[in-house]
């Protein structure tokens, strides 16, 4: 039987197109390939140039000539071409924003103390200047503890110069912060800090600082973040922990003035210079604002931060207490009585037995030694406050002890700390 002959024709043209489809697909995938490829080796090159010369570099690569960045959460802005054609660039523009966002939020403080009295046996008021912060718009106003100690009258200029007397709220001098408030007018409307945080600060980040240094309002000055965590000695001789250490120049005045990210938000609170020359050229320190954050409730409801203690009598170990008791550590905080009855007892501290006479003082040998709190070494009394500072009471904290040379780690409620602590001293 023959194929007809139109038969045959549409299976050589079915064939031809069946295999011209498969080629052509072949080559598609195969230029498609090579495509990719390219643009890997394209993209491996721009990777390494962008690394080697920046977002400038890469730019100017693709013939585009750039004159400044901004880095945004939204993007990258770019100024490009002649600069003459902008009033300000990129870096002035953010600055010049992050002003206008906070400088309403600044207020100048003015204290009046008693002094020293005069040949006359008079006693002279002594004028003393700093800066605050609004932290809401019913007139709280946060500053430095050291800007209003011993101020016997405290006054606070608003941005628009108007002037209000202010009464003090709450003290915190372990953090170095205070509340004020002032009564405001119906018609007068505050404008609160932003807040931020200071978790996600990284060292070289660009930091603004506004305050009134020497006495001239709202005066900005721009820096970075050279350090994080820093233990800092203050005036009253107590250590607070975790500053922020910054280049940005701070005068006293400054005390108590928001140090700003770029988004104009408040992470910090400038508080003091490490200076030789008694001006700016030194180190400046700013309290975290997550601490401020976590006091201010305190201060505004008990006027005072309510921070969690162990209801026990302690002694800080020493040479003579090591030797006399054959103890196995060299450091720590001996647990010489526990209150009959309280958390502490209650969650498994133990005191001790032998009662040894301790200079002026009677203590107890061959009760636990405390050697960490929440994981923080303990080593003297000062270790233990830094560790329960930003506890409350209530609260249940990890206590590693030293119990006849084996480690063991309890969960102790905390109480309030009293308002005078006492330590057997030699």
Known sequence: MKTHPFLRFLKVVLLVVIATGVFSGIFIWTRSLQRKQQHAVERAALERVLEREGEVGLLDLAGIKVNNIFYGDDGIALFEGDMSSYSYSADEMQNIKIYEMANKSVVHITTVSQSNPNTLLEVL?????????????????????????????????????????????????????????????????????????????????????????????????????????????????????????????????????????????????????????????????????????SVIPDLIRFGKVVRGWFDIRMVQLDASIIEYASLSVSQGILVSEVQSGGKAEKGGLRGGTQRVQYGASVIHLGGDIIVKVNNQGISDYSDLYAALKNTHPQEIVDVEVVRKGERKTLKIELVQRPETVEWAVR
């Open 125 to 293: 008021p002594q004028q003393g200047t700093g800066s605050g912060i609004v932290i809401s718009a019913d007139g709280y106003v946060l500053t430095n503890a050291h800007v209003i100690s011993d101020a016997t009258s405290l006054t606070v200029r608003l941005y628009d110069g108007s002037i209000y007397q202010a009464r003090l709220i709450g003290v915190d001098l372990e953090n170095d912060l205070a509340v004020l408030k002032i009564d405001l007018e119906k018609d007068v409307e505050l404008e609160p800090i932003k807040f931020g945080t200071s978790t996600t600060l990284k060292v070289g980040q660009k930091v603004v600082a506004i305050g009134n240094p020497f006495g001239y309002d709202r005066t900005m000055t721009i820096g970075t973040i050279s350090g994080l965590g820093r233990p800092v000695r203050t005036e009253t001789n107590t250590v607070i922990n975790g500053m922020i250490q910054t280049d940005a120049a701070i005068n006293p005045g400054n005390s108590g003035g928001p140090l700003l990210n770029g988004r104009g938000e408040m992470v910090g609170i400038c508080t003091t210079i490490h200076t030789t020359s008694g001006g700016s050229q030194g180190i400046g320190f700013a309290i975290p604002v997550d601490t401020a954050i």
